[in-house]
């Protein structure tokens, strides 16, 4: 099973090309919040069932820093969170599971830093804690993100599934 992805194969995932179309896809650019995954595994990670890291380039360039906020740029908490469930469904889909992907839920959640136009690098680090694989595909985990090497956001209990009806969500 292949181990990392490119930005170009990310895009592949969003274009429905990598798990096939009506099976998990990735958001395009400008909502891809990642530039590639350097590594995924069904084994290890904190509890033994699967870890993803991916990383996020950092320019001051970046669409959300104009918006959020003037004269104040910083880069939005959600769009961070949105990223570890963004992974979470990917690792379903890498997986072999198939429909398209929701984010379920969360635990709790801690902000502590923030990502400024000033960073370089933004490292994801996702350990899923449970994978329910049958009819349903789901993805518990809990996950990290960092700035430059330093911890800013913190997450547990982030659910994700994958679903080959959507319209009574």
Request: aromatic share 10%; proline share 4%.
């Amino acid at each position: 099973m292949q181990n990392s992805f490119s930005y170009d194969e990310l895009i592949k995932c969003g274009n429905g090309e990598l798990f096939g179309l009506g099976n998990a896809q990735l958001p395009k650019p400008p909502m891809l919040m990642f530039n590639r995954i350097s590594h995924i595994s069904s084994e290890g990670g904190e509890y033994g069932k699967g870890e993803i890291i991916a990383e996020l380039d950092i320019n001051h360039d970046l669409w959300f820093f104009e918006c959020h906020f003037n004269e104040d740029p910083v880069m939005p908490g959600c769009l961070g969170l949105d990223a570890m469930w963004q992974l979470i469904g990917f690792y379903l889909g890498w997986l072999g599971g198939s429909g398209h992907g929701r984010a379920l839920g969360a635990g709790n959640i801690k902000f502590v830093g923030q990502v400024l136009p000033s960073a370089k690098k933004v490292t994801y680090k996702i350990d899923l804690s449970r994978v329910i694989a049958r009819k349903l595909y789901m993805g518990v985990a809990d996950a990290t993100m960092e700035v430059d090497g330093k911890v800013i956001y913190e997450a547990t209990n982030l659910k994700v599934g994958l679903f080959t009806d959507t319209s009574k969500m």
